[in-house]
């Protein structure tokens, strides 16, 4: 099963419940913390909050200093308040974006022309640009590359509820799933089809 967990930071903004929170985390992810501005500080350590809770503790790192675990497939992000984190048993990769106006007008830097189109032809085409965008970065953070990377080398095409990749990266086939929140987009790509039909939002429980 692709379970998505999702926590609010904004209850980290009480010096004194951060402080106690900064305790149950890695060196490593503490040390991370303490170098970012403030806003920063609440995702990172929500972060490793939720990584201690869903996936356990973290003894390595890959070179672009992302954590690792031998036990389970698993994947971060974060956008405004929140924090996402999604577990699998394959390889998984999550994206939450915040709404913004006029990013649509950019979409020709970063989009294929399919999606380009798809985006022109949208009744909201703000919408339609961040749903695509969180879309493709859930599948390269699923196949490994990162963002960086490949970002126009593939389409992805929107079908009412029926998301399909176009690519010719690699030669696994690939699912999705999005997650309804308020004010974002959220998107989930893993080799499995078994999602969750629920994402789990864990902030009483990781910051009680």
């Known amino acids: 099963m692709v379970e998505t967990y999702i926590l609010n930071t904004d209850p980290l903004d009480d010096k004194e ?56 497939y698993f994947n971060v992000s974060h956008s405004g308040k929140y924090v996402v984190l999604t577990t ?63 970002f126009r080398d593939f389409s992805i095409l929107l079908n009412g509820g029926n998301i399909k990749v176009e690519q010719d990266i690699t030669d696994n086939i690939y699912y999705f799933k999005e997650y309804n929140i308020t004010g974002y987009q959220l998107a989930v790509c893993c080799e499995n089809n078994y999602f969750a039909e629920n994402i789990k939002d864990v902030t009483q429980r990781i910051l009680k």
């Open 17 to 72: 419940l951060f402080n106690e929170k900064l305790k149950l985390v890695d060196d490593t992810r503490r040390k991370k913390v303490l170098r970012l501005s403030s806003e920063s500080q609440k995702t990172s350590l929500g972060a490793g909050l939720l990584i201690k809770a869903f996936v356990g503790d973290i003894t390595s790192y890959n070179e672009y200093g992302k954590p690792l675990s031998v036990e389970t």
């Open 88 to 150: 699998a048993n394959e390889p998984v990769g999550v994206d939450i974006q915040i709404m913004q106006r006029g990013r649509n007008k950019i979409a020709s830097r970063f989009f294929s022309v399919d999606e380009c189109i798809q985006i022109d032809q949208s009744h909201d085409p703000d919408k339609t640009f961040t749903q695509i965008w969180s879309l493709k970065e859930a599948f390269l953070k699923c196949i490994g590359t990162g963002i960086g990377q490949h």
